[in-house]
């Protein structure tokens, strides 16, 4: 009855899908798993097909002044949305901490900011599901993005020395089969940090390369996350190198069927 109970209050509030720029180009099976994983929890899900880039590339290269009609496009885009939800930690960070300081006439709550989560984000805190019609058979390893760690809580940071916990790990245990391994270190950054991987590229490409052995070393299938610019980043060292391992965004293992 509880369930039932709130698969018609998710059903009452609207969620407006967003789909990052890069996952829409490059990886749309992760928006298309987002919207399935939504629906599958009984949310009332919507995705405008206009929406674009929500600016954080331009903001994080110093031309926040360019970000600035992205950010108004999109705020007017998704203002009729209970929920904005989006699976990449990094853009959605960037709309809570950037959009306050880009928007005209700027109102507390009224603003995107406000309600916009990252998808595991709001599947742990508001959806809770008790459990998840999935089955994903696999060793994966667990990586966990800075924005993710540090901006967003999906786990504990290391530098704090608190108990360890891990949003996502909670939701991986919903998933039948999965083996859920951790790296050591298993917090540090591995490497992209978007534009910083083309400007201190050798940099990157070192901490990138340094980062996928450790997910390696764990005996994984898989690396999977909740941002798929940091997957991305791993994929093209291990596709370079040629390396016993590959990357999944964690909404398809989520959403793997049965």
């Not at 990886?27 to 097909?49: F, H, M, N, Q, T």
């Not at 006439?105 to 603003?111: D, G, K, Q």
């Not at 916009?116 to 019609?133: M, N, Q, Y």
């Not at 940071?157 to 891990?166: A, C, G, I, K, Q």
């Amino acid at each position: 009855m509880v369930w039932f109970s709130l698969v018609l209050k998710l059903k009452q509030m609207k969620v407006g899908l967003f789909i990052p720029c890069y996952i829409n180009a490059v990886y749309p099976e992760v928006g298309r798993a987002s919207y399935e994983l939504l629906r599958k929890v009984g949310c009332e899900v919507d995705y405008p097909l206009d929406q674009t880039c929500c600016g954080q590339p331009m903001a994080n290269a110093g031309f926040e002044k360019d970000a600035k009609a992205l950010a108004e496009r999109m705020n007017a885009l998704f203002e009729t949305y209970d929920y904005v939800v989006g699976p990449s930690a990094s853009c959605v960070v960037f709309v809570r901490e950037g959009y306050p300081r880009l928007l005209d006439n700027y109102r507390e709550h009224a603003c995107v900011d406000a309600r916009i989560w990252e998808i595991c984000e709001f599947l742990h805190d508001v959806v809770k599901p008790a459990r998840l019609d999935a089955r994903f058979p696999h060793k994966v390893s667990l990586h966990n993005s800075c924005h993710g760690v540090r901006k967003m809580g999906l786990s504990s940071p290391s530098e704090m020395n608190v108990p360890y916990r891990s949003k996502l790990r909670d939701l991986l245990s919903l998933v039948e089969g999965v083996e859920v391994m951790e790296p050591e270190r298993r917090d540090e950054c591995c490497g992209f940090g978007g534009m910083f991987s083309v400007e201190e590229n050798a940099v990157s490409v070192a901490m990138g390369r340094a980062k996928v052995r450790r997910h390696i070393d764990t005996g994984a299938e898989y690396i999977t996350g909740a941002d798929s610019s940091c997957l991305m980043h791993m994929q093209g060292i291990i596709d370079r190198e040629q390396l016993p391992v590959k990357t999944l965004h964690i909404v398809e293992i989520l959403n793997s069927k049965l």
